[in-house]
């Protein structure tokens, strides 16, 4: 593991402006202890555990541990409190559970980088070629993708369980976290199965977004902070419809992002979305607004570049063209402002902690307006 291994320090490393790095030096102590143990098994095992250390150390948002600390801020959690650690550890579980997402997804997808940086199944497919190894490069890169997501969500689930919350707290957070993960699971099948299907309508997209995205990104996240806390209905229900508003508004802002976003910024390339066969709710506001046109040739030119593996940047720049003249851009745009004020709203209608209710109503508006 070539990061700095950090110290599993006191809760003021989580204040406002220290959250991010004490999420990372609780994964970084965690996985420093489980590396130990893999390289005890073997020295080949350790070595690919550190690939996927390395990879959930490598950078992201932190969104899903910081919707659940702010979720646990909000309903009484204090960061002088005696679990504000153990708080701290369980909560930055869910980076290893998002590593699992990501390796399995990007397998699934083909992709060839992330985060600016091969993905694991590529990698591990070059080791393959440059050791020159019996057998084919690209199913070894799979098969070590399959197992290395597999082991994070294996790690994410022995991190949460380990992490020093009481007894009392981890049985609160037994629905949130079950339902994550299944929800979470669900999603992806979904989205695998549109685009064998072909589905290209609004339902469908809406509801991988609700599921793979929304529900364990912020959704749950924070239902899960808040049933550390021992949150009442009220709150609980305030946090979910603000976390299913808010998570499918970064969906549609990440769909956008994946059609017009830099290369440089995002670290993936300029229309892999498309090129993956991705059926977002901006295809399927292009495709109904053509059809609803009578304009069948706009619909299939649209039709035509999801899922072409060859889409040349001239090709994308004729699909920005048709989605931004189709008006499915300005939709999506529309769509994410109108979810976000109703994820607003919901917050307002419980008692929410303060600074957790500012912060969040931040978090809202950052995750709904960034540029990667």
């Known amino acids: 593991m070539t990061r700095t291994v950090g110290t599993d320090g006191p809760p003021a490393s989580a204040t406002d402006g220290g959250l991010t790095t004490g999420i990372e030096a609780a994964l970084s102590v965690y996985l420093e202890g489980r590396l130990a143990d893999t390289s005890a098994i073997d020295p080949a095992f350790g070595r690919a555990t550190e690939s996927l250390a390395d990879f959930v150390l490598s950078g992201g948002k932190r969104l899903r541990p910081t919707f659940a600390w702010w979720g646990w801020r909000g309903a009484g959690g204090a960061t002088d409190a005696p679990e504000a650690v153990a708080v701290l550890r369980a909560v930055s579980a869910l980076e290893l559970l998002q590593g699992a997402a990501l390796i399995h997804d990007d397998l699934m997808d083909a992709s060839a980088t992330r985060r600016g940086r091969p993905t694991v199944h590529v990698a591990f497919a070059r080791r393959h070629a440059d050791a020159g190894w019996q057998g084919r490069p690209a199913r ?4 070590a993708a399959i197992l290395l997501g597999d082991l994070a969500l294996v790690w994410a689930d022995d991190m949460f ?13 037994a629905e949130p976290w079950q339902a994550m993960r299944t929800e979470l699971l669900g ?5 695998v199965l549109n685009q064998s299907t072909g589905d290209t309508s609004t339902r469908a997209a809406l509801q ?8 364990y990104t912020v959704e749950r996240p924070l239902h899960l902070g808040a049933a550390i806390a021992g949150a009442g209905p009220d709150v609980i229900a305030a946090y979910r419809r603000f976390g299913a508003d808010i998570g499918v508004a970064f969906q549609l802002r ?10 440089e910024v995002t670290g993936k390339p300029a229309g892999d979305d498309l090129r993956e066969g991705k059926r ?3 295809i399927a506001t292009a495709v109904e607004r053509a059809e609803q046109r009578g304009d069948t040739a706009a619909r299939d030119a649209v039709l035509a570049a999801v899922g072409d593996p060859d889409l040349d940047a001239d090709g994308l720049e004729a699909v920005r063209g048709l989605l931004t003249e189709l008006g499915a851009v300005q939709a999506v745009e529309q769509r994410i402002a109108s979810l976000t004020g109703s994820a607003l709203d919901a917050l307002g209608t419980a008692d929410i902690a303060e600074p957790a209710a500012a912060r969040l109503a931040d978090l809202a508006v950052t995750a709904t307006r960034r540029h990667r």
């Open 161 to 173: 369980r380990g992490s020093g919350l009481p007894h009392t707290a981890l049985d609160r957070t």
């Open 208 to 215: 991988v977004d609700r599921y793979k995205t929304a529900a």
């Open 280 to 282: 977002t709710v901006l």
């Open 254 to 263: 990440d769909d956008l992002l994946g059609v017009f976003g830099d290369p």
């Open 187 to 191: 999603g992806q099948f979904l989205d």
């Open 140 to 143: 070894f890169g799979a098969a």
